[in-house]
């Protein structure tokens, strides 16, 4: 079918072929043609970075010798890590502490007075983990005096056998002999037994499991305090059984009579002053023939098994071993197994 429109001839211009572009020169931003600036969305916006100043650190002094290389860099994006400021320690004494110091009470004790509101710092009630300063005034009301007069303090006459604290390896603890069927007749303390008595009522000091003699048992922190605390010196007096053993007890050489006759007179010197126990020099000690099998020590502190393991150091063996005296108090004729009170004009 043939068209109506005539027929056209188009004919093209050639085009100018461009010479290749050169790799190392810049590139041109492409030209924009004028016409309204357009807006961006927030998300297309970019912020200036900053620059990061590298906190300044301490150099220790170099050794002679020692390379002078400067350390690699930080990685790229991620500020060096600044040193945390030093923590200021918070100013005075913690008030069961501060009691405790002033001799009223013991921290556990002071703690409860605390919870009880029975303690008063410049007039105001004060809080449990209380710090105090020197000027503070503190007051401690009445129902805490009157509280800490029902404590106890029970003076046992421990079997061997008993532990001390709490029980272990099947043995009881001295602390159930505690009870109304062995409270001592002849004790002249106008105090009655109770089973509140019991609560709190702790061991101030030790006597192994293999020893005999005067155990304290207290709810005073005071007592508890005197008698083990940091620096307590109160006197403890030993009535100690030995046998002569420089190879052991089932070595040769072992003598059961006339110890004496046979211990150098320098040993004995050593168990006064001289020997350390576990990197610890001991304090000095008072140690005396009370016989010829029988020795009396006075010490002013009290190692697990101290006795025993000063006598091994020396060549002795400890066969039996009786604590008669703590301080001013002493055994007396209390009967094993039987306990009494502390009374109102006694102390340690």
Known sequence: MASDFPSRTLKLKPVASKPPADPRAPRRAPVRPPGPARARPLSEVRRPELPVQPAATAQAPTAPGASTAPRPAAPAGRAPREPAAPTTPREGTRLNK?????????RREADDWIAQGWVLVNGQVAGMGQTVTADARIEVLPAAQRAQGERVTILLHKPVGYVSGQPEDGHEAAVTLVQQRNHWKDDRSARRFSPAQLKGLAPAGRLDIDSTGLLVLTQDGRVARTLIGEDSGVEKEYLVR???APEGPKGPGVVEQNVQAVVPNERIARLRHGLSLDGQPLKPAQVDWLNPEQLRFVLTEGK???IRRMCEAVGLHVVGLKRVRIGRVTLG????GQW????DDEAF
């Open 98 to 106: 501060r009691l405790a110091e002033l001799g009223l009470c013991s």
């Open 242 to 244: 030995v046998v002569w």
């Open 304 to 306: 697990k098994r101290q």
């Open 333 to 336: 004729k209390l009967p094993a």
């Open 340 to 343: 009494r009170y502390l009374r």
